[in-house]
T-cell receptor, first 110, second 116 residues
Framework: TQLLEQSPQFLSIQEGENLTVYCNSS?????LQWYRQEPGEGPVLLVT?????EVKKLKRLTFQFGDARKDSSLHITAAQTGDTGLYLC??????????FGTGTRLLVSP | DTAVSQTPKYLVTQMGNDKSIKCEQN?????MYWYKQDSKKFLKIMFS???????INETVPNRFSPKSPDKAHLNLHINSLELGDSAVYFC???????????????FGDGTRLSIL
């Protein structure tokens, strides 16, 4: 089973700080998605990156897909308490099969 | 309106029992999925159906049997429940686009299954 390792597993920061979450694999994926999951709810898609080296911005969130399409990163600028949640990367294999990462739990305190 | 709805939200039952979880989506999507999320929050695909046809069947015990009566519904029946089946089960759906396998998946809020 292909595995996507995320780091760090847990991150606790103050509001206003910046942070980066990493998602690494030894496998190549056709594309990669990032989801955020809040307690008691299902994951919600944030972004899909498709091309190696692609960078996408979603307000204060910046997503990058590695040149070799094996890794990705999520950078949050000036974190807010509303960013708190479980961040999951997911590599796409074949037809719509998602291989999820191990998850990064983010806690942003006021 | 809830896009992907699962019932029940909570399910507590004894080992050895048989139980079903239902899922319905009103998004008009062709593809539906079942995922299992363990206590460490690791989310893993179990099954996927496209327009009522099984397309993904991961290594899942045959005690788990999905059924799709129509493309808006995907139910999961579990026989002879075991302690290790305790988890949160998520249903999801996505649109179908020929040649584009990275469509966004919309998840339900999960069914929390606890085996006593």
């Amino acid at each position: 089973t292909q595995l996507l390792e995320q780091s760090p597993q847990f991150l606790s920061i103050q509001e206003g700080e910046n942070l980066t979450v990493y998602c690494n694999s030894s496998s190549v994926f056709s594309s990669l998605q990032w989801y955020r999951q809040e307690p008691g709810e299902g994951p919600v898609l944030l972004v899909t990156v498709v091309t190696g080296g692609e960078v996408k911005k979603l307000k204060r969130l910046t997503f990058q897909f590695g040149d070799a399409r094996k890794d990705s990163s999520l950078h949050i600028t000036a974190a807010q308490t509303g960013d708190t949640g479980l961040y999951l990367c997911a590599g796409v294999q074949g037809f719509q099969k998602l291989v999820f990462g191990t998850g990064t739990r983010l806690l942003v305190s006021p | 309106d809830t896009a992907v709805s699962q019932t029940p939200k909570y399910l507590v039952t004894q080992m050895g029992n048989d139980k079903s979880i239902k899922c319905e989506q009103n998004l008009g999507h062709d593809t539906m999925y079942w995922y299992k999320q363990d206590s460490k929050k690791f989310l893993k695909i179990m099954f996927s159906y496209n327009n009522k046809e099984l397309i993904i069947n991961e290594t899942v015990p045959n005690r788990f049997s999905p059924k799709s009566p129509d493309k808006a519904h995907l139910n999961l029946h579990i026989n002879s429940l075991e302690l290790g089946d305790s988890a949160v089960y998520f249903c999801a759906s996505s649109p179908y686009r020929s040649g584009a396998g990275n469509q966004p998946q919309h998840f339900g809020d999960g069914t929390r299954l606890s085996i006593l």
